[in-house]
T-cell receptor
Framework: GAVVSQHPSRVICKSGTSVKIECRSLDFQATTMFWYRQFPKQSLMLMATSNEGSKATYEQGVEKDKFLINHASLTLSTLTVTSAHPEDSSFYIC?????????????FGPGTRLLVL | AQSVTQPDIHITVSEGASLELRCNYSYGATPYLFWYVQSPGQGLQLLLKYFSGDTLVQGIKGFEAEFKRSQSSFNLRKPSVHWSDAAEYFCARKKSSGDKLTFGTGTRLAVRP
């Protein structure tokens, strides 16, 4: 149980275009999902917390108009990188937590590698 | 101040040898503690977690970790390392229920044949 998927696994795009990344909880409903960014050989940095049916909560320094998050259903959250630039190239990982029981543990997706040319 | 510290950036051990990866946290109260493993280009897999109770916790793949309040540590151990254990290991903690998950900088483990 507690499987989280991401799509696509990797994407290459031109500078100025927008890219959408999907995060799905496959075998449970996730009222809360999280988006992280990981630079090469570094740790994960929380970007935002995505709540089903409400606006996402962004961490300090993360541009909400740049990184649009939509959590339209209990199993899907999307991250859209708008007008992507080379500095947005990174590894983006989502996670989800159970809606009840152990609500402290996060289960992570396999990540999406974004390369902006 | 770094809230989760993993002092060792790289560790190399021989296959079959024992392993200990260090993790220290700075928050005083009993936090929620986790160890995750990340293979190259992959997401994170939960190895084990500690919330309360028995301070020695068992995880998957033969890993265990011990919570030591007096040392603010939560070190990960494995008695005999396998070549497939080569990966990046992250310690993480929450200060309290509902707090965000904060990660250490990670320890990269290499395994010699």
């Amino acid at each position: 149980g507690a499987v989280v998927s991401q799509h696509p696994s990797r994407v290459i795009c031109k500078s100025g275009t927008s890219v959408k990344i999907e995060c799905r909880s496959l075998d449970f409903q996730a009222t809360t999902m999280f988006w992280y960014r990981q630079f090469p050989k570094q740790s994960l940095m929380l970007m935002a917390t995505s709540n089903e049916g409400s606006k996402a909560t962004y961490e300090q320094g993360v541009e909400k108009d740049k990184f649009l998050i939509n959590h339209a259903s209990l199993t899907l959250s999307t991250l859209t990188v708008t007008s992507a630039h080379p500095e947005d190239s990174s590894f983006y990982i989502c996670s989800a937590r159970m809606p009840s029981g152990d609500r402290e543990t996060q289960y992570f997706g396999p990540g999406t590698r974004l390369l902006v040319l | 101040a770094q809230s989760v510290t993993q002092p060792d950036i790289h560790i190399t051990v021989s296959e079959g040898a024992s392993l200990e990866l260090r993790c220290n946290y700075s928050y005083g109260a009993t936090p929620y503690l986790f160890w995750y493993v990340q293979s190259p280009g992959q997401g994170l897999q939960l190895l084990l977690k500690y919330f309360s109770g028995d301070t020695l916790v068992q995880g998957i793949k033969g890993f265990e970790a011990e919570f030591k309040r007096s040392q603010s540590s939560f070190n990960l151990r494995k008695p005999s390392v396998h070549w497939s254990d080569a990966a990046e290991y992250f310690c993480a903690r929450k200060k309290s229920s509902g707090d965000k998950l904060t990660f250490g900088t990670g320890t990269r483990l290499a395994v010699r044949p």
